[in-house]
């Protein structure tokens, strides 16, 4: 009688996924860990400057949403000063300036509320824009990919970003700004990531 093979059984993707929301967000997943999901107030009630909700969806090569996307978004607050020892400033109103969200697992869309950064002094590179650091990962993602949320309103302040100006084709600089909205009161910034393809988000090697 011949002998049976026992074969084995795939082992879960090396990628960021599928195992990256039961880590990294396990609310989402379906596991009552926290009492507050980690990462979801950036800002604090108390945190001086303008109120704003950053929104968007991450769309594949295809031109498809990605639905299992987490984002990680760190910033200074109002007055540019990050939320750290070495952050440039007092920062004693709540204000952590770092955050964590996920896409809608229907839709693809991802949001979170802050107040809106002000310029920041770089240690090697001057002056910079107001702006978001955004950490990406998902399912297929080899690689956590790195990119900055800049603001189409602050268009003087891009101008002399030194960050923004590395980038050679202002077509590519346009992949970083989020647009500004109103919706019932509310300042809106819209922001949707390009992974592939044309008009694909520039993505920093840090």
């Known amino acids: 009688m011949p002998q049976q093979l026992n074969y084995l059984k795939e082992t879960p993707s090396q990628t960021a996924g599928p195992y990256v929301h039961i880590g990294l967000a396990p609310g989402a997943a379906g596991f009552d860990i926290y009492r507050q999901e980690l990462g979801w107030d950036i800002a604090g009630p ?19 949403p990605i639905k299992d996307v987490l984002l990680e978004a ?15 400033g007092n920062v004693e109103d709540g204000f952590r300036g770092w955050g964590r969200v996920i896409t809608d697992f ?17 240690r ?6 107001p702006h978001i650091n955004l950490w990406i990962v998902a399912r297929g993602i080899n690689v956590g990919l790195n990119t900055r949320i800049y603001f189409e309103d602050e268009a003087d302040a891009n101008a002399a970003d030194p960050v923004l100006n590395i980038i050679e084709w202002e077509r590519r600089r346009a992949t970083l700004l989020a647009k500004r909205s109103e919706r019932d009161g509310k300042v809106v910034y819209r922001f949707d990531i390009k992974l592939q393809g044309e008009d694909e988000t520039v993505f920093f090697d840090i």
């Open 46 to 64: 108390n945190a001086k400057g303008e109120r704003i909700r950053v929104e968007g969806i991450v769309i594949d090569g295809t031109g498809s």
């Open 74 to 88: 760190w910033q200074a607050n109002a007055d540019g000063n990050y939320a750290h020892p070495e952050g440039g």
């Open 106 to 122: 229907d839709t693809g869309e991802w949001a979170f509320e802050t107040v809106k950064p002000g310029r920041t002094r770089g």
């Open 124 to 129: 090697n590179v001057g002056t910079q824009a």
